[in-house]
């Protein structure tokens, strides 16, 4: 046995999801609206759940150190200041910045010069008219320098004027050292910071790293429900249309098989009653024969008409269930004349049928069924007979065939049937016509039956009866 082949594979697999396609569909049709909106309210917040649990979301924890940063050999030497020119000097800005005033106090007596710095007391805890004494009654600031000029006694302006430049020039010089200080420190501070910064980065650190693998879930299940919702609608439809046909396909399968008992059960009657007519007849003109040739002639010629236009009677009710009323009349007209010889002056028949109405359309075997019934049942019981009569007419665009005696009556003879024929008629004409067609059954006056069948008036071709013999 060989292996399935790929292509035989993929058949299977594709029967077996269509089977649990239909299976979905079929059950998204048989649960309501309501419980379908619930289902997928319960699953949106199912899935906005579950995105955020393992497997969908997982979280990875590792130590990172980083690499050791080197400590440098040297530390880089600040670049050298450049001498001032005299020029520069002047118009250089002040080396020492501070957020408060620094106040300078020069004195100059016989002593000689003395530059000493102040303390101010704050402007907020003084008046305004008091700005003034706050520089006098300051303390001397012992973080600033101070420069002390000692004038020789007797000295002239030129020696003053090289003291004050000689003091300028302290000052300067003072100034200079503070500086260096300065970034002396702002130097030791950086360094230190530094150090501080590469032994916070070598200590070892907790890294947390976050997966997200269930952000498609939720746009997953929104197109699933809107799917489904779209399943539900079409497929619904398709399962009525499919329902509908099948009843469609069953109602006309159980009008057939029920034609078809019926047409059974009416050639059981036409088969039961024709061989005993048959008899019957065959005996008559047996017996006419030797007293009277000339109505045994007549009476076998009334014989051939009636087995030639009844023989075709079943095969065309088969085949099409309706034929013309004109070939119903053939089968009638030698019937009651084969019975007026055998009942002579006990049989008196009418027939009223239009013309035009020969062409109209007719269940067959009805007629002869209600003719045979009216003289079985109410004219031959009767000892001096009474009259047939066979009219149609079109009323209301319905054609109405009427077959009345003047027998005993309905139900009131010892050959009375069961009834079984007459229910049989309306079962037939329920399957032809529905409810368009319909049958009644009244008394006659003076006496006996009358039987009306009503069907749809429908005109169609009509073979003459040589055309038949032929």
């Known amino acids: ?18 089977r649990i396609f239909h299976s979905y569909a079929g059950w998204l049709v048989s649960i309501s609206w309501k419980r379908f909106i619930v ?88 008046p305004a008219d008091a700005a003034a004494s706050a520089v006098e009654d300051g303390e001397i600031d012992p973080d600033l320098p101070s420069i002390e000029i000692h004038l020789p006694k007797e000295a002239k302006s030129a020696e003053i004027r090289q003291a004050v430049e000689a003091a300028k020039s302290g000052i300067e010089d003072a100034l200079r050292e503070a500086s260096e200080a ?50 539900k609608v079409s497929y619904k439809g398709r399962l009525q249309a499919e329902v509908k046909a099948a009843q469609a396909t069953e109602t006309a399968e159980a009008e057939s098989l029920k034609r078809q008992v019926v047409e059974a059960r009416m050639a059981a009657m036409q088969a039961q009653v024709e061989p005993h007519f048959l008899f019957n007849t065959l005996a008559s003109i047996d017996h006419l024969i030797e007293t009277d040739p000339p109505r045994a002639s007549q009476m076998q010629k009334n014989l051939i008409a009636l087995l030639r236009a009844s023989m075709p009677t079943m095969r065309e009710a088969n085949a099409s269930g309706v034929r013309d009323l004109g070939r119903e009349l053939a089968v009638i007209k030698p019937y009651l004349e084969i019975l007026k010889v055998r009942m002579e002056e006990r049989l008196q028949t009418e027939i009223n049928v239009p013309e035009g109405l020969l062409s109209a359309e007719f269940p ?44 005993l009556g309905f139900g009131r003879a010892a050959t009375s049937g069961t009834g079984v024929g007459l229910a049989n008629i309306r079962e037939r004409l329920m399957l032809l016509y529905g409810a368009k067609a319909s049958v009644t059954v009244s008394e006659n006056q003076p006496s006996g039956t009358k039987v009306t069948i009503t069907v749809p008036y429908r005109s169609r071709g009509h073979d003459s009866d040589d055309k038949q013999g032929a």
Request: proline share 10%; aromatic share 4%; hydrophobic share 45%.
């Open 39 to 126: 289902l997928a309210v319960a699953l949106m917040i199912g899935v906005n759940i579950l995105q955020d649990l393992p497997p969908f979301t997982w979280r990875i924890s590792s130590t990172v150190t980083p690499d050791e940063i080197p400590e440098p050999a040297t530390e880089p030497e600040p670049p050298a200041l450049p001498e001032p020119s005299p020029a520069a000097r002047r118009a250089a800005k002040p080396l020492i910045k501070s957020d408060k005033p620094i106040h300078y106090e020069i004195t100059i007596d016989e002593n000689g010069v003395k530059v000493q710095p102040r303390k101010a007391k704050s402007a907020a805890s003084a």
């Open 364 to 407: 067959p075997m009805m007629m002869q069924s209600l003719v045979e019934n009216a003289i079985k049942h109410g004219l031959e019981p009767k000892a001096e007979g009474g009259m047939l009569t066979v009219k149609a007419e079109v009323n209301h665009g319905k054609l109405a065939v009427t077959v009345a005696d003047t027998g």
């Open 1 to 18: 046995m060989h292996p399935p082949t790929l292509y035989q594979r993929w058949q299977r697999l594709a029967a077996a999801m269509l």
């Open 182 to 231: 300065a970034q002396t420190v702002a130097k030791e501070a950086a360094k230190e910071a530094r150090r501080a910064a590469r032994e916070a980065q070598s200590q070892p650190r907790r890294h947390t790293t976050v997966v997200h693998l269930g952000d498609f879930l939720v746009k997953l299940a929104f197109f699933f429900v809107l799917g489904s919702a779209l399943i």
